[in-house]
Nanobody, 113 residues
Framework: QVQLVESGGGLVQPGGSLRLSCAAS????????MGWYRQAPGKERELVAI???????NYADSVKGRFTISRDNAKNTVYLQMNSLKPEDTAVYYC???????WGKGTLVTVSS
């Protein structure tokens, strides 16, 4: 069974940066495309970014040019570097392992002055 544990969330001012991490247990991390999703209060969960096993990436239009997804297979970890944060980026951020179908429990990001 794969466990996904997110970290790195917190309170940041508009224009600031955060880096989220998602550490995966188990030996199948390298065979999974990984994604970051977010869910704001009162809204549906939405895709933020995806990284394939071959390091191809794709982003939601709302975060293109500001967020960067990356992975370190040696550390079984996927990252989300978030720059130029906006209040509308406030949400709980979840990571997801596509082939396995596992979700993490999420980490809260709050962008506010």
């Amino acid at each position: 069974q794969v466990q996904l544990v997110e970290s790195g969330g917190g309170l940041v001012q508009p224009g600031g940066s955060l880096r989220l991490s998602c550490a995966a247990s188990g030996s199948i991390f390298s065979s999974n495309a990984m994604g970051w999703y977010r869910q704001a209060p009162g809204k549906e969960r939405e895709l933020v970014a995806i990284i394939s096993t071959g390091d191809s990436t794709n982003y939601a239009d709302s975060v293109k040019g500001r967020f960067t997804i990356s992975r370190d297979n040696a550390k079984n970890t996927v990252y989300l570097q978030m720059n130029s944060l906006k209040p509308e980026d406030t949400a709980v951020y979840y990571c997801y392992a596509y082939a396995s179908g596992y979700w993490g429990k999420g980490t809260l990001v709050t962008v506010s002055s």
